[in-house]
């Protein structure tokens, strides 16, 4: 019996094949270990490799032991021919025992297969796309067994991976000397905007990982470093803020005081002098520090908490090479550049000057990241969560940034550079326009007025939204004060920042959100570990479960809301009307006590409950006997509908607000509160789309809120429509059977009312 992989030690086996085709040179190199390594594995007479050449739209033979290789780079094969254009069509294993016999068998003379019978083939895909075909064959006439045949796909899905990669760096090149090709890179967008850039690589400034554990000669002078570098970290990220002073708000500037304090000698920074005063050497003691906090947040489901974790881990590098070689050296850019990195930090966005900074690229990293937050804020566009992206091989190509797809092309053509210079230019016209109606209100053709409301936490900009027309916040993320601080935020703290929020935009109302954390969103100092968080213990569930921090931030809200008025509740996760009672009554005993026993003259504010979990959706009837208003949080109630985690990038293209289910949710949701006579707006990604805004318009609801670069776009697009366009508009959508349609509808509607130009690129 001859030794196979349903014999040998399969894994084994596949880790060494994996591990050398990884660190293989080149894709030469990588493909010649895979044939080599699968015949000698699997002991058959041929091992060959057959890709996919988009140009001429053939397979073609890379590389071959056992057929001939005077054929390697001639032989090829259309889709619609022979066994490997079979299964690149099926993109499924084809196994046969006597290949000749096959009505798709085609014989080339080149390669001299004519002695082989056995043949088994696997496609090599990635991202849905077949690049080409792994293939096996033998003398002998059998079918090769389960465990064969599943050990090449194994291998072939590997290959995929190696493929792309060097598709992406240009070394995937078919026919000697040809054009690299275009590829495009789905992450997801952080930031909105488009750009044409080269790639500046950014690599770690200081490896943490390389640190080794040594004991120190003096515990005074390693001190003394330390600090010496804490403080020229500091300096530099000051430095960095006060450059953009100009470019952002108050608040986001606060995150650069925040991003500071997290190494602080009273944080982090005390850690590592204690480890220091133990007899550890100041970069083992900051490394063994900034490990393990980084590798307690990876941990964690929540988005945003695992972004503290690259903040700390990029400060954790700054301090380390201020240790190790006195900072890092001055960097020269040029024009229209688009840096790239695994992670980058906010403190890159002040070292590049504002005029040749044209975009940001990362392998990790969500739209909850300190970084995002700040470009957004600066109208830089952002693509995060690319995780299929060879950054390190980037440097000096061209590329397109695509911050409304969340996409990334490499070797453009000319024809889509020049569609997207096009883009460009109409986008930065078109901001300007909208700057001059910002002022404007927002009614429809027909006299319609629609409020727009702001969704905020950390990054609010109070001057510039009431300047955008915005009139009121529509959902205040509560919750952003207590991920970043060391422990539960006293009362007055509380009141402090609700206050701030409150007058800047009295007397509009803001709707404050009750804490939601938990589950997916565990505090640092509150850790909570579950199987599955995301339907755990979380948001109202949470908070009833703890009524001394429900009632302390209740209380807050309302004595931050004295005098002022213009306070709304909102309850998150709701899903029976048993939570609403519940809360509603520590809400009545909290403004009691406040009236009664400290005199406060607070009015009554109302609370409404979010409609995020389908439960509540069979519920709004009920709910209308115990709330003032619903707020529908499309953004999770998408994700739930559609059981897909938007900030998993590998599924993330499943996710969207158009999804015929999701627009008949939201429609019915519209219809049932108007009938319970409930008021109902909306907040998340759909509202702040114009075209969704439309959409939603033609529903029903009666505010939109929405984060601030959305506020012009959206108002610009329902000016220029009526109710009745709108509803029209809706009711062919809602016949739609899949998203595809739904977005075809939209965009011939939007181009049709000359609004085309508030879409994204048309490429």
Same mark, same amino acid.
């Given at each position: 019996?001859?030794?196979?992989?349903?014999?040998?030690?399969?894994?084994?086996?596949?880790?060494?094949?994996?591990?050398?085709?990884?660190?293989?040179?080149?894709?030469?190199?990588?493909?010649?270990?895979?044939?080599?390594?699968?015949?000698?594995?699997?002991?058959?007479?041929?091992?060959?490799?057959?890709?996919?050449?988009? &140009? *001429? #739209?053939?397979?073609?033979?890379?590389?071959?032991?056992?057929?001939?290789? +005077? @054929?390697? !780079?001639? %032989?090829?094969?259309?889709?619609?021919?022979?066994?490997?254009?079979?299964?690149?069509?099926?993109?499924?294993?084809?196994?046969?025992?006597?290949?000749?016999?096959?009505?798709?068998?085609?014989?080339?003379?080149?390669?001299?297969?004519?002695?082989?019978?056995?043949?088994?083939?696997?496609?090599?895909?990635?991202?849905?796309?077949?690049?080409?075909?792994?293939?096996?064959?033998?003398?002998?006439?059998?079918?090769?067994?389960?465990?064969?045949?599943?050990?090449?796909?194994?291998?072939?899905?590997?290959?995929?991976?190696?493929?792309?990669?060097?598709?992406?760096?240009?070394?995937?090149?078919?026919?000697?000397?040809? &054009? *690299? #090709?275009?590829?495009?890179?789905?992450?997801?967008?952080?930031?909105?905007? +488009? @750009?044409? !850039?080269? %790639?500046?690589?950014?690599?770690?400034?200081?490896?943490?990982?390389?640190?080794?554990?040594?004991?120190?000669?003096?515990?005074?002078?390693?001190?003394?470093?330390?600090?010496?570098?804490?403080?020229?970290?500091?300096?530099?990220?000051?430095?960095?803020?006060?450059?953009?002073?100009?470019?952002?708000?108050?608040?986001?500037?606060?995150?650069?005081?925040?991003?500071?304090?997290?190494?602080?000698?009273?944080?982090?920074?005390?850690?590592?002098?204690?480890?220091?005063?133990?007899?550890?050497?100041?970069?083992?003691?900051?490394?063994?520090?900034?490990?393990?906090?980084?590798?307690?947040?990876?941990?964690?489901?929540?988005?945003?908490?695992?972004?503290?974790?690259?903040?700390?881990?990029?400060?954790?590098?700054?301090?380390?090479?201020?240790?190790?070689?006195?900072?890092?050296?001055?960097?020269?850019?040029?024009?229209?550049?688009?840096?790239?990195?695994?992670?980058?930090?906010?403190?890159?966005?002040?070292?590049?000057?504002?005029?040749?900074?044209?975009?940001?690229?990362?392998?990790?990293?969500?739209?909850?990241?300190?970084?995002?937050?700040?470009?957004?804020?600066?109208?830089?566009?952002?693509?995060?969560?690319?995780?299929?992206?060879?950054?390190?091989?980037?440097?000096?190509?061209?590329?397109?940034?695509?911050?409304?797809?969340?996409?990334?092309?490499?070797?453009?053509?000319?024809?889509?550079?020049?569609?997207?210079?096009?883009?460009?230019?109409?986008?930065?016209?078109?901001?300007?326009?909208?700057?001059?109606?910002?002022?404007?209100?927002?009614?429809?053709?027909?006299?319609?007025?629609?409020?727009?409301?702001?969704?905020?936490?950390?990054?609010?900009?109070?001057?510039?939204?009431?300047?955008?027309?915005?009139?009121?916040?529509?959902?205040?993320?509560?919750?952003?004060?207590?991920?970043?601080?060391?422990?539960?935020?006293?009362?007055?703290?509380?009141?402090?920042?609700?206050?701030?929020?409150?007058?800047?935009?009295?007397?509009?109302?803001?709707?404050?959100?009750?804490?939601?954390?938990?589950?997916?969103?565990?505090?640092?100092?509150?850790?909570?570990?579950?199987?599955?968080?995301?339907?755990?213990?979380?948001?109202?569930?949470?908070?009833?479960?703890?009524?001394?921090?429900?009632?302390?931030?209740?209380?807050?809200?309302?004595?931050?809301?004295?005098?002022?008025?213009?306070?709304?509740?909102?309850?998150?996760?709701?899903?029976?009307?048993?939570?609403?009672?519940?809360?509603?009554?520590?809400?009545?005993?909290?403004?009691?006590?406040?009236?009664?026993?400290?005199?406060?003259?607070?009015?009554?504010?109302?609370?409404?409950?979010?409609?995020?979990?389908?439960?509540?959706?069979?519920?709004?009837?009920?709910?209308?006997?115990?709330?003032?208003?619903?707020?529908?949080?499309?953004?999770?109630?998408?994700?739930?509908?559609?059981?897909?985690?938007?900030?998993?990038?590998?599924?993330?293209?499943?996710?969207?607000?158009?999804?015929?289910?999701?627009?008949?949710?939201?429609?019915?949701?519209?219809?049932?509160?108007?009938?319970?006579?409930?008021?109902?707006?909306?907040?998340?990604?759909?509202?702040?789309?114009?075209?969704?805004?439309?959409?939603?318009?033609?529903?029903?609801?009666?505010?939109?809120?929405?984060?601030?670069?959305?506020?012009?776009?959206?108002?610009?697009?329902?000016?220029?429509?009526?109710?009745?366009?709108?509803?029209?508009?809706?009711?062919?959508?809602?016949?739609?059977?899949?998203?595809?349609?739904?977005?075809?509808?939209?965009?011939?509607?939007?181009?049709?009312?000359?609004?085309?130009?508030?879409?994204?690129?048309?490429?």
């Amino acid at each position: 019996m001859t030794d196979t992989p349903t014999t040998l030690n399969m894994l084994d086996v596949l880790r060494k094949i994996v591990q050398e085709v990884s660190t293989a040179r080149d894709l030469h190199t990588a493909l010649s270990i895979v044939v080599r390594r699968v015949r000698k594995a699997m002991n058959t007479d041929v091992c060959s490799v057959y890709l996919m050449d988009s &140009r *001429q #739209e053939r397979y073609v033979l890379m590389n071959t032991l056992g057929l001939n290789a +005077a @054929a390697v !780079g001639v %032989a090829s094969l259309a889709p619609s021919e022979g066994l490997v254009g079979y299964v690149g069509q099926r993109e499924e294993p084809i196994n046969l025992d006597n290949a000749p016999l096959h009505p798709r068998f085609r014989y080339l003379p080149e390669t001299g297969e004519e002695r082989y019978h056995s043949f088994l083939g696997v496609p090599i895909i990635h991202q849905r796309r077949a690049m080409g075909v792994l293939v096996v064959q033998q003398m002998d006439k059998r079918k090769f067994d389960e465990g064969e045949e599943a050990f090449l796909v194994t291998i072939a899905a590997q290959l995929a991976a190696v493929l792309a990669h060097a598709q992406l760096s240009g070394s995937l090149k078919i026919i000697p000397g040809q &054009r *690299q #090709e275009m590829v495009r890179f789905e992450g997801l967008p952080a930031s909105p905007g +488009a @750009a044409i !850039g080269k %790639a500046r690589v950014i690599m770690p400034p200081a490896d943490l990982d390389s640190v080794p554990d040594r004991e120190c000669e003096s515990i005074e002078d390693e001190k003394v470093i330390f600090l010496a570098a804490l403080k020229s970290v500091r300096d530099d990220i000051r430095a960095v803020g006060l450059k953009l002073a100009n470019r952002v708000s108050a608040q986001e500037q606060a995150l650069f005081e925040a991003y500071i304090q997290m190494l602080d000698e009273d944080s982090l920074g005390a850690e590592v002098l204690k480890h220091i005063e133990e007899g550890q050497w100041a970069q083992g003691a900051l490394a063994f520090v900034v490990r393990r906090h980084v590798k307690y947040l990876e941990k964690v489901e929540d988005s945003y908490l695992r972004e503290r974790a690259a903040d700390i881990r990029d400060l954790g590098r700054r301090v380390l090479s201020y240790l190790q070689a006195g900072g890092e050296a001055p960097r020269d850019y040029e024009d229209n550049t688009l840096l790239v990195g695994e992670e980058l930090s906010p403190a890159l966005l002040g070292e590049v000057p504002k005029e040749k900074l044209a975009g940001l690229i990362t392998v990790k990293g969500s739209s909850n990241s300190h970084l995002a937050i700040l470009a957004r804020a600066m109208g830089i566009p952002v693509v995060m969560g690319l995780t299929d992206l060879p950054f390190a091989q980037l440097e000096g190509q061209l590329l397109i940034l695509d911050g409304y797809r969340g996409q990334v092309i490499t070797n453009p053509d000319e024809l889509l550079r020049r569609q997207y210079v096009e883009f460009i230019e109409e986008d930065r016209a078109l901001s300007d326009a909208l700057e001059a109606e910002a002022g404007l209100p927002c009614i429809t053709r027909d006299g319609h007025r629609v409020p727009l409301l702001l969704n905020t936490g950390l990054a609010a900009d109070h001057a510039r939204a009431l300047a955008y027309g915005a009139e009121g916040v529509g959902l205040y993320r509560t919750e952003v004060q207590f991920m970043m601080a060391d422990r539960f935020p006293s009362e007055q703290e509380q009141v402090s920042l609700y206050r701030q929020q409150l007058s800047a935009f009295a007397p509009r109302e803001v709707t404050m959100r009750t804490l939601d954390i938990g589950g997916d969103k565990p505090l640092p100092y509150f850790p909570i570990e579950e199987d599955n968080p995301c339907l755990g213990w979380r948001g109202i569930r949470f908070t009833l479960d703890h009524p001394e921090i429900f009632l302390t931030q209740v209380r807050a809200m309302l004595r931050a809301s004295e005098g002022l008025d213009n306070l709304r509740i909102l309850l998150p996760m709701i899903s029976s009307v048993r939570e609403v009672e519940e809360a509603r009554a520590l809400i009545r005993r909290a403004w009691v006590e406040l009236r009664q026993n400290e005199g406060l003259r607070i009015a009554k504010p109302l609370v409404g409950a979010m409609i995020e979990v389908p439960a509540a959706i069979f519920q709004i009837r009920a709910l209308s006997e115990r709330v003032d208003y619903l707020s529908v949080g499309s953004n999770d109630l998408t994700q739930y509908m559609l059981a897909v985690d938007r900030d998993n990038p590998r599924v993330a293209r499943l996710y969207s607000g158009y999804h015929p289910s999701v627009l008949q949710v939201l429609a019915k949701i519209a219809a049932d509160s108007h009938a319970a006579r409930l008021p109902v707006s909306i907040c998340g990604e759909l509202a702040g789309d114009p075209a969704g805004a439309v959409l939603l318009l033609g529903m029903g609801y009666q505010n939109l809120s929405m984060n601030l670069a959305s506020l012009p776009r959206v108002k610009a697009a329902i000016r220029r429509v009526s109710i009745g366009q709108a509803r029209e508009l809706l009711a062919r959508v809602l016949k739609c059977a899949s998203t595809d349609q739904v977005v075809g509808h939209l965009g011939v509607f939007m181009g049709e009312l000359g609004l085309g130009w508030l879409s994204g690129p048309k490429s």
